[in-house]
């Protein structure tokens, strides 16, 4: 089904851009009729989220302070990856960075627009299976913790809201949807 598109753009301005970000704000008529501005943040990479699994069950979170939200937050691996690099590769060296994990068996289980009101951010979430124990290669900007536990242990952080990563969230509800736990 096709829908119309009700926004009418008239300019646009870029008024901050990052490596990771820009900023625009555009010039528009809503669809009630009315002329307004509209803020659009811009992400210059993909969301990616890992979730590691073992043949036993088990799964890898890792924890770190968010300075954006100046809390610890409990998270799957996850990182950014350059929109002109394949998601998976972009991946692949996100799991090995933060968990030193690399895995032999990818399947992508999710995406999800993070904040599709303000920003055009996409998630992708990947399955990692088949997994080789190595060393992490941490970034400057990552001071992380790593926690190794059964993953319905993972759900159950979810339902306690002690995981509140949207990528996070999505994927391990989403993956155990799929497990039917």
Known sequence: MQH??????????EIYSNPWISLTEHDVT????????????HYKNWALGIIPLDENQNTWLVGQ??????????EIPMGGGPLEIPKLESAKRELKEETGLTASKWTEICKIHTSNSVTDEVGIAYLAEDLTDGETEFE???DLQIKKLPFK?????????????SLSVAAIYRLARILNL
């Open 4 to 13: 119309k598109k009700p926004w009418i753009t008239h300019s646009s301005k």
């Open 30 to 41: 809503n669809p009630g009729g009315g002329q307004s501005i509209y803020g659009k943040v």
């Open 65 to 74: 302070h968010r300075y954006t939200l100046d809390e610890y937050s409990w």
């Open 140 to 142: 400057e900007t990552e």
């Open 153 to 165: 242990e993972a759900v159950a952080m979810c339902d306690r809201g002690e995981i509140t990563d």
